[in-house]
């Protein structure tokens, strides 16, 4: 048994400016762990409860209030507690809680904490935190989702869908896979300088040009990866659409910057339509968070040519995905610890997934920092895929990097 004998907080800031939670976590016996708590933009409704101080100071968005949650109730509830025990560390932090939703101290407070006592516990043990995370299981090398295109409630721009991602599909590493997203980056820069448009970036690195219509970001995306000196057979495009940012009600969607609305069979072909079009390989959010029984009809229609990915859907939440199984909605769940607000509860929606035949894929939020947890957790738990951002902005290669170098040890 190896004692925590030290937790502190601090108010940080996140990639836009907002403020977050960090942690650190000592243990007796010398090892150290440091977490940074990320956040979303684009949330879905049903992700634990952020906790935020509210008021005129930075916004309202302050976090003063979680960070002395941490310093003067989890601290002493965890104090001379195993650091190794993550599973009865986060359970003493959801008892002290004590609300559906983690609304009491905030899912930014015991994330952070939770995180924290995972990378001291792996410290201590002069152990890498991915082989920590993966325990008896095999560590894999993810595949990049590699954000080069944002629209959405990720950029000021004229583009509904969010996140235009680039996928290779058999790379014999993940280095090769680097090199190609990068390069279809590059191209897709000199694409857009030649023609004019806005080579500035989004909240995740990815161009954000005005263009006349979402089409147009695949065409464009499409030319990037011939250019590049590659083909659509060994490289795929990936969406998110959020399209719970652009529910109405009574079935109703709106993309509210080029303002057409569709009805859910309307919206279902339209994917289909660009699936036959463009090269297209995973989307994510399709159908908005409540609208089970359209997911549902998606996944009827395209599951089983290309992956489909609940986000908002799913909230990285056991209850929320076995409702999907049952509904028949998507074939695969997007993973944010912050969405559930502890490593135990990720660890355990991640491996109910799998079991289930639902790939799962790690993702960075809109709202990130130097923290690379996330590059550890989807190699330890044998994700297969991750979304990092793009190849621009630290908070977003630093994920990348710390991929590269975990390649290089394994």
């Given at each position: ?18 403020p977050t939670v960090g942690v650190k ?149 993940f280095a090769e896979s680097m090199e ?153 769940i997007l993973i944010k610890p912050n ?72």
């Amino acid at each position: 048994m190896s004692k925590i004998v030290k937790i502190e907080a601090f108010e940080l800031f996140d990639s836009r400016a907002v403020p977050t939670v960090g942690v650190k976590v000592f243990t007796e016996k010398g090892g150290e762990g440091f977490a940074i708590v990320p956040s979303g933009a684009s949330t879905g409704a049903f992700e634990a409860h952020e906790l935020r101080d509210g008021g005129l100071r930075l916004g309202g968005k302050g976090v003063k209030k979680a960070v002395e949650h941490i310093r003067n109730l989890i601290a002493p509830a965890l104090l001379h507690h195993d650091c190794r025990s993550g599973l009865e560390t986060d359970k003493i932090m959801l008892e002290l809680d004590g609300s559906e939703n983690k609304e009491r101290l905030g899912a930014n407070s015991i994330l952070g904490v939770s995180i924290a006592i995972a990378k001291a516990a792996a410290s201590e043990q002069d152990m890498p935190l991915y082989k920590y995370l993966a325990g008896e299981n095999k560590c894999v090398m993810p595949r990049p989702m590699m954000n080069i295109l944002n629209g959405g409630a990720h950029a000021s721009n004229n583009i509904d869908i969010q996140e235009f991602m680039v996928q290779p599909v058999c790379p014999a590493s993940f280095a090769e896979s680097m090199e190609i997203c990068c390069e279809i980056y590059y191209a897709l820069r000199d694409i857009l300088k030649k023609k004019g448009l806005s080579t500035a970036v989004g909240d995740e690195g990815g161009f954000a040009p005005n263009l006349k219509g979402d089409e147009d970001a695949l065409e464009l995306i499409s030319e990037a990866i011939i250019k590049a000196g590659y083909s659509t057979d060994k490289v795929k495009i990936c969406l998110d659409a959020a399209a719970s940012e652009w529910y109405l009600k009574d079935g109703i969607y709106r993309m509210p910057k080029r303002d057409k609305k569709y009805d859910g069979e309307e919206l279902i072909a339209l994917w289909e339509k660009l699936c036959e079009d463009y090269p297209i390989a995973s989307i994510e959010d399709g159908i908005g968070e409540n609208d089970f029984e359209n997911f549902a009809l998606l996944t009827k229609h395209l599951g089983g040519k290309i992956q489909l990915v609940g986000d908002d859907l799913f909230v990285t939440n056991e209850k929320r995905l076995q409702a999907g199984f049952l509904a028949g909605a998507a074939n695969a769940i997007l993973i944010k610890p912050n969405q559930i607000g502890t490593l135990s509860e990720t660890l355990s929606v991640i491996k109910l997934a799998q079991e289930n035949g639902y790939s799962a894929v790690i993702s960075h939020r809109s709202g990130e920092s130097e923290d690379t947890f996330i590059a550890d957790l989807a190699v330890g738990v044998g994700a297969g895929q991750i979304k990092a951002g793009a190849p621009a902005r630290s908070e977003r290669v630093a994920k990348y990097n710390r991929l590269l170098m975990i390649e290089k040890e394994l």
